[in-house]
C-alpha cells in the first residue's frame, strides 16, 4: 500500500471526513490537491468571480467585507472550517476576502473535483455534499439568532 497524504490522519478527525474510508480520503486529497498560503496572503477577494470552495486543513484564516471604505471582519476560521461553499454552488461573486492569517493548507474544491468523486466514489460525493449542507444549515441557524437578537435587542423592556 502507498504512503498515505501528509495531511490524511488529521482529516480522519474532522467531521466532514469523519465517514470517509482511507482509499476515499485518499482519492479526495489527490483531487483536491492541498496548497500552502503564506500569512498575510489572500485566498479570495470580495467582487471575484468564484467556482471553488475551500478547507481549512492547517492554520487560521479571517473573512473581511469591504464596507463604506472599510473592512469589517465577519469571521474567523480554524482547521476544519470551508469558505466559498456558496460560489461552488452558484457561481456568483465572492461576498468577502479571505486572507491567510498564519501560514495555511488549504484544500480547493472546485465542480470537476466534486463530478471525478462522485464518478469513482459516489459514497464518498454524498458524504461530503451532505457535510457541506450540515454546515451550511448550521450557519444559517447562528446567522438566524443573531438577526433575531439584533431584531429584538432594541425592543427588550430596560
Known amino acids: 500500500m ?16 469523519h ?7 485518499e482519492e479526495f486529497l489527490n483531487l483536491a490537491d492541498p496548497a500552502s498560503y503564506l500569512a498575510g496572503e ?3 477577494c470580495q467582487g471575484e468571480s468564484g467556482n ?34 456558496v460560489s461552488l454552488f452558484d457561481h456568483q461573486p465572492r461576498s468577502a476576502d479571505v486572507q491567510a492569517v498564519t501560514d495555511c493548507i488549504l484544500l480547493k474544491i472546485n465542480e470537476g473535483v466534486l463530478r471525478a468523486l462522485a464518478a469513482f466514489f459516489p459514497a464518498a460525493a454524498f458524504k461530503f455534499l451532505l457535510g457541506i449542507a450540515q454546515e451550511m444549515a448550521q450557519r444559517l441557524r447562528r446567522t438566524n439568532t ?3 437578537d439584533s431584531v429584538l435587542a432594541p425592543h427588550e423592556p430596560k
Open 52 to 85: 471553488a470552495m475551500y478547507y481549512v486543513a492547517e492554520g487560521n484564516c479571517r473573512v473581511v467585507t469591504h464596507r463604506d471604505g472599510d473592512l469589517v471582519e465577519l469571521d474567523r476560521l480554524t482547521a476544519g472550517d470551508i469558505f466559498g461553499e
Open 146 to 148: 443573531r438577526y433575531v
Open 42 to 44: 489572500k485566498i479570495v
Open 19 to 25: 465517514d470517509f474510508t482511507d482509499s476515499e480520503l
Open 2 to 17: 502507498s504512503k498515505p497524504h501528509p495531511i490524511h490522519d488529521k482529516l480522519k478527525t474532522i467531521s466532514l471526513f
